[in-house]
């Protein structure tokens, strides 16, 4: 445990460290033009989490330093008086709740830390893919930053049973469902932009629309859960496990699987297999629903969830059956990965060779040659004149205008870009 201790302090130290880098990066590094309202979402998602991360990641540290004192140097920050028989034996004075608090005052934020790029990539693989721009580009960086702000003043949510003052439950409770209203703008901008869309189909969109189905399902069951009357009920229940793996469990896993089918070509210059692509998503999909669809049911039945003996299932006979069918999707859900794994290391040797620009994307990493080369591109770096969502312009000559097109060069007024 003391080496484990030592390791998060390390592990929390490189973690600071690399979103100080990403936020100096992209507030001082930016190429000629590129504004900030020029950035494209998936940016915004990365510094956004960097920032996230920066404000949360200190206190995991002090937490762990804390209890790495109380292991090894005698504190006794989190223990609690000590009684013998109603005999007092020791008055440490501490508190194992003070744990709870510092714990998921980084906890909460990780949720975001791990959702926000993952809703990011999903912007803009819906938008390129949808060849439309995206709907409520400032709207979407605004409700991150707001989601950003929210997460720190909801972490109460995940202790309504610690014997928290009522009150200052209530208090948690409004903040927490105070954050279904930007993930509700998020949702609908990312189905706006899908609204009469020519998609053009790719396994990369159809993981990102998984991701929103997640991020709604998962989502509506946060409602349940972020109010104490029904948390109450049902906590360290299978309905939290329901509720977590749909909502961040799998919509970051499948925002990570939608970036690498969208940037495979980017990275190594050749496509990843179409038909294994649309096999995974859709086996993937099919037993992530089938796994953690019906926890929700057995987590109402009361089943308590971080059991492993049988004992604990004494009393819940009815449930076995949905236990063994949830067996069954995890373990086609599993076999489904081997499909991704075969086609990502077949294609990165084997694949199709890609085309510089195989989706039509605006964004400047698409301007670069498909051979590496050292800087990335070869001359000067590029020059942006405008936001990267230009798609489907009406009277364009293509459906889109890379970020690096300066005005002069579109042919009527009209196509200006948006900002
Ligand atoms: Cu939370």
């Keep these: 445990m003391t080496l484990w201790l030592v390791s998060m302090v390390l ?3 490189s973690a600071l460290l690399g979103g100080i880098n990403y936020v100096v990066t992209v ?10 309202t020029r950035l494209p979402l998936t940016v915004w998602a990365f510094t956004i989490t960097a920032i996230l991360g920066i404000l949360s990641f200190p206190v995991l540290f002090a937490a762990a330093l804390l209890l790495l ?13 000590i009684y013998i028989n109603g005999a007092p034996l020791h008055y440490s004075g501490g508190s194992p709740i003070l744990f709870q608090h510092l714990f998921w005052f980084l906890g909460h934020p990780e949720v975001y830390i791990v959702l926000l790029p993952a809703l990011g990539l999903a912007s803009e693989i819906i938008s390129t893919q949808s060849r439309k721009p995206i709907f409520g580009y400032k709207a979407m960086i605004g409700s991150m930053l707001v989601i950003a702000f929210l997460s720190f003043v909801v972490w109460g949510h995940h202790m309504f049973i610690t014997g ?16 279904a209203i930007p993930s509700a703008v998020k949702v609908f901008n990312y189905l706006a932009t899908l609204w009469k869309a020519n998609i053009v189909y790719s396994p ?8 929103v189905s997640f991020f709604i399902s998962g989502g509506l069951t946060g409602i349940i859960l972020g109010d104490s009357a029904l948390d109450i009920n049902v906590h360290d229940t299978y309905f939290v496990v329901a509720h977590f793996h749909i909502v961040m469990g799998s919509s970051a896993i499948f925002g990570m699987f939608a970036g690498i089918y969208h940037w495979f070509p980017r990275m190594f210059g050749r496509m990843m297999n179409r038909k294994l692509g649309y096999l995974h998503f859709w086996l993937t999909i099919l037993s992530v629903y089938g796994t953690f669809f019906p926890m929700h049911f057995i987590g109402l039945a009361g089943v308590p969830r971080r059991y492993y003996a049988n004992t604990a299932y004494e009393g819940f006979s009815g449930i076995i059956n949905i236990n063994s069918l949830i067996s069954v999707f995890a373990i086609l859900g599993a076999f ?16 199709k060779k890609a085309v510089q620009n195989p989706w039509k994307s605006n964004t400047l990493e698409w301007t670069a040659p498909v051979e590496h080369v050292h800087g990335n591109w070869p001359g000067e ?24 097109v300066p005005y002069s060069q579109t042919k009527s007024s009209n196509l200006e870009g948006e900002e």
Excluded: C, H
């Design 11 to 13: 592990f929390i130290g």
């Design 27 to 36: 507030l001082n590094l930016r190429t000629k033009g590129m504004s900030m």
């Design 69 to 81: 004192f109380d292991r090894s140097f005698g504190t006794s920050f989190y223990l609690s008086d």
């Design 164 to 179: 928290m003052n009522p009150f200052l439950g209530s208090v948690f409770v409004f903040t927490t469902l105070l954050v």
């Design 204 to 211: 990369a969109i159809l993981f990102a629309i998984g991701l």
């Design 336 to 351: 489904a990965q081997l499909i991704f794994v075969i086609n990502f290391f077949y294609s990165m040797y084997r694949g």
């Design 381 to 404: 770096i590029p020059t942006v004149y405008r936001w990267p969502y230009d798609y489907g312009k009406p009277g364009a000559e293509d459906d889109f205008i890379p970020q690096t």
